[in-house]
Every structure is written in C-alpha cells, then in structure tokens.
C-alpha cells in the first residue's frame, strides 16, 4: 500500500477534503492510504510527526495555490525536501494545481502537473471532473511503482530479497523519535460538513462578483480580437449588471444577471436577454446546491444550453455557461 502524504496550505483545506474524498476508491481497493497533518495526535510534536511521514510518503501531493507558495513551512521545508526525494528516486512528486498562481518556475514546474495541462481545478466548469483527473493520474503513479517493486523483487534471489525488503538505517525512525505508544487509527476522519444560508449568500455575492469581473474582462477581449465588435458592461449595483454586444454599433446581443429570489426565500442568479427585463423575468436561472463538502451551481435547465442542468458547476462553469448565452447569437 502506497502512502500518499499531503503538501498543503490551511486556506486550502476544504479543497484538499474534496480531493481527500475523490481518492476513496483507491484506499478502499487498498492502493493508498492518505496522511496529512490533520491526522497528528494531541500532544504530538508538529515539525517531527510531518517530517516523519513526509519521510516514509511513496506519494507526495503538493497541493499547488498562492497560499501554498506563500507558506515558509510549505515551501521551503516540504516541498523543497519533497523534491529531493523525488530526485533521489525515493518518492514521486505530482503537483496538483489548485488555484491559479505563478507556479511554472518553481523547482515542481518542471514535473507534469495535474489536473490535465495543469489547468487549476477552481477554473473548471466541473471541479468533479477536474479532481477526477488527478485521481486517475494519483493511480496510474501507484500502479507504476508496485510494477516497478514486484519486478525488481522478481529478479531477486531469497537473501536478496530480504535485504531489500529490510529497511536500512537511513529510513529507520529512531526509537526516540516514536512515539511512546503508537495508537493505530484512521485516516478517514473527514466530517460532512453543513451549509447554512449565510454560507450560500456569501458564495452567491462572490460568485456574482466573480462574474461581473469574468464578463467585463471578456466583453474587453472580445472587442480586441474584432473589428467592428464593441462591448459594454454596466454594474448597475449590487445585485445586478448588463452586458450589451455591438456591431458596426447596432446591439446583436444584450443581457442582464442579477442575484434574484424568483418569490423565494432561497436566492439564485437569474439571466435575461433583454438588458432592461424586470425584476422577476429571466431566461435562465442558476441555483445554488451543496453535497457534504462543497457549494456549487446547478442550472435549471430552460435553455438547455450544452446540457449543462446535470452539472455541478463552479463559479467558472457558471460564469461560462452564461456567456455562452449570451454570444450565441454571434456564433450561428
């Protein structure tokens, strides 16, 4: 069994749980079991139980975001010592990109980075999909070094074996360095967490902000790669902003999203593509559902837009999926 430790920030502890929860069929299949510093008893010393475990991890997951960067103890003790034995051929090393950050020049951006093409997994229109993708990157690596183990075991004689197998002085944890008593335990210690209205309020508000910004940048875009394309966006407040598309100056598509309730208490982001719609009135309408770990996006599925209802979709998705709404008229 592979021992997968975790290189991570705190800030970025709910995306570790989900990544945590991805890797289930492989710890119950038995390929891997997960370490991470959650897992350290009370009264434990912190520095020699992570170095320990980062010493004896087959698999060392950096978990990839500006706060990661940022971290002295991230990086310049886990990761720097993560690389060296990597290099050393001890250990293997995947760079999971979690959010987008300056990452490329680091000692790690040289490895292949997961999910696909490093793409960082909140700029997935589906995280799912994105965790998924490194899971399946995170096995490939375990079968590839129990293959390499049992064919090195295969050319081996008995004696030889056993001198293999023995662990040498270099990777033996002193006895004073264990513990007194070793309390075996799980690893599954991840809670269902719960989310309550002032969860979902916040993640609407800064998913619609995120929005406004996504449009605004890409309205912008759009204008500099066309000519006679001009585009305007207009926060009207809060709660609401516009998006027009012009060309040769008439208006050949036009929008409005506002965070709406539609006569309930819950709130959602509504689109309409009348620019001056009313309150109340849209063409398409985003909710916000949550599992036992996160806060995602699910649209209802009135325009039927890429079959995209079925999706659990993050700020990305969302913001994608309404775009798409709203240039389509531009690309028939």
């Avoid at 269902?192 to 609407?204: N, Q, R, T, V, Y």
Wanted: charged share 25%.
């Amino acid at each position: 069994m592979a021992i997968v430790f975790f290189s991570y920030s705190h800030a970025d502890e709910a995306l570790r749980d989900q990544l945590e929860m991805h890797l289930s069929l492989l710890k119950r299949q038995g390929h891997v079991e997960a370490w991470h510093d959650r897992r350290i008893l009370a009264g434990d010393e912190l520095d020699p139980a992570i170095k320990d475990n980062l010493e004896s991890a087959d698999v060392i997951l950096l978990l990839v975001s500006a706060n990661f960067i940022g971290s002295d103890y991230c990086y310049s003790k886990e990761m720097h010592r993560a690389i060296e034995r990597h290099n050393a051929g001890e250990a293997r090393v995947v760079p999971v990109i979690l959010r987008p950050c300056d990452w490329h020049s680091a000692p790690f951006g040289k490895l292949m980075a997961t999910p696909r093409d490093g793409k960082a997994i909140t700029t997935w229109a589906n995280t799912d999909e994105a965790f998924t993708d490194v899971v399946r990157q995170v096995r490939i690596a375990v079968e590839a070094m129990n293959a390499r183990a049992c064919n090195v075991v295969s050319g081996l004689g008995a004696g030889s074996v056993r001198a293999a197998v023995t662990p040498t002085h270099s990777n033996v944890i002193p006895a004073a360095a264990r513990p007194a008593v070793e309390v075996p335990r799980s690893s599954n210690l991840r809670l269902s967490k719960e989310f309550g209205d002032l969860d979902k309020d916040e993640f609407i508000h800064t998913s619609f902000d995120f929005m406004g910004r996504f449009f605004e940048s890409s309205l912008t875009e759009l204008a500099s790669r066309h000519s006679g394309i001009d585009g305007r966006y207009r926060r009207i407040d809060t709660r609401r902003f516009t998006a027009i598309i012009y060309r040769d100056g008439k208006t050949v598509a036009q929008c409005i999203i506002r965070i709406d309730s539609m006569g309930t208490r819950s709130q959602c982001i509504s689109f309409s593509y009348n620019a001056s719609a009313p309150d109340g009135s849209s063409n398409e309408m985003l909710n916000v559902e949550c599992d036992s770990q996160a806060m995602y996006f699910r649209s209802l599925g009135m325009q039927s837009f890429g079959g995209r209802q079925d999706q659990r979709l993050s700020e990305q998705g969302a913001a994608e999926l309404l775009w798409g709404l709203l240039i389509a008229p531009l690309q028939r």
